[in-house]
């Protein structure tokens, strides 16, 4: 009977630990862009601008109000 390859099996699951971590990483850059503004790309609300929807507007820093 054959002995089985430890070696070979810790080596596919240091593989699979190291793609694993790199679609995190992967999925985590890609799913929040820390300037979401430069590539246009929707926020977690789903406003262009970043504005959130049903928040009170402020007004222009130069008027009374």
Do not use: I
């Not at 430890?6 to 699979?16: D, G, P, V």
């Not at 992967?26 to 926020?43: I, M, N, Q, V, Y």
């Amino acid at each position: 009977m054959a002995t089985p390859n430890y070696s070979y099996e810790k080596r596919q699951k240091e593989l699979a630990k190291k793609r694993k971590k790199e679609d995190k990483l992967k999925r985590k850059a890609e799913g929040k862009p820390e300037d979401g503004d430069e590539d246009g790309t929707e926020g977690e609300n789903g406003a262009v601008d970043g504005s959130v929807e049903g928040a009170p507007e402020t007004p222009p820093a130069g008027t009374p109000g």
